[in-house]
Every structure is written in structure tokens, then in C-alpha cells.
């Protein structure tokens, strides 16, 4: 399974922007994570992309966060609002086949290379 992000970049606080996430092989559920230098990578939104579509946010994005799916182009998104400076990170996407779909890190078996987003 490769998984390839895109659509990170620069925006001012406030701003918004939208990751991408191709998925070689969509697995059950796939989720975004994102990380700043010297952390733990922190889980922030998760759906079950081949099935129902249900959603799950991290609370520090609930709200203007939203995780959404494109099956037939095999695709994840993130839109995201009202970005703050603590959002900047290196955002990832990563993909799991099993029955559970949550924000944990050691779920997951399948990562992207990241994409960096930086909020000034």
C-alpha cells in the first residue's frame, strides 16, 4: 500500500488548506497524524474509507478539521479551517486494514512520506 500526500504549504493564521491523500490500495480505515520536531506524532482525524464514512477528530480539531474520502479516486482529504500556529507540522496520512478506525498511531500499519504545513 503507498500512500502519497499532497497540498501542504504556507498560510497565514486564520487561512485555510487542504491535504490530499492518493492511496495505492484504499484499506477499511485511514487517517491523518501530524507531527512537529521533538514530539510524538499526534493523531488528529480518522474515517472508515471503505465503508460507512464515519468520522473521528482529535479534540484539538474538532470543529475545523474535516477528514473526507474520494472512493472512486481513491483519495483522503483534510480541510482545514482556522489554522492556528500550533497547527504547523508535518502533516501524514496513513491507512490500516483492520475493523478498528481510531486516531491511534500504533493502529496503523501503512504511512505516507508527510507534507509540511506551516501557520505563521
Same mark, same amino acid.
Given at each position: ?7 501542504? /504549504? !504556507?498560510?497565514?493564521?486564520? /487561512? !485555510? ?6 492511496? !495505492? ?12 520536531? /521533538?514530539?510524538? +506524532? ?17 479534540? !484539538?480539531?474538532?470543529? +475545523? ?48 512520506? /508527510? ?6
Amino acid at each position: 500500500v503507498q500512500l502519497v500526500e499532497s497540498g501542504g /504549504g !504556507s498560510v497565514q493564521a486564520g /487561512g !485555510s488548506l487542504t491535504l490530499s491523500c492518493r492511496a !495505492s490500495t484504499p484499506q477499511r480505515c485511514m487517517g491523518w497524524f501530524r507531527q512537529t520536531p /521533538g514530539t510524538e +506524532r499526534e493523531g488528529i482525524a480518522a474515517i472508515y474509507f471503505t465503508t460507512t464514512g464515519t468520522t473521528k477528530y482529535a479534540d !484539538s480539531v474538532k470543529g +475545523r478539521f474535516t477528514i473526507s474520502k474520494d472512493n472512486a479516486k481513491s483519495t483522503l482529504y483534510l480541510q482545514m479551517n482556522s489554522l492556528k500556529h500550533e497547527d504547523t507540522a508535518k502533516y501524514y496520512c496513513a491507512a490500516r486494514a483492520g475493523d478498528i478506525c481510531a486516531v491511534y498511531e500504533t493502529l496503523y500499519s501503512y504511512w505516507g512520506q /508527510g507534507t509540511q504545513v506551516t501557520v505563521s
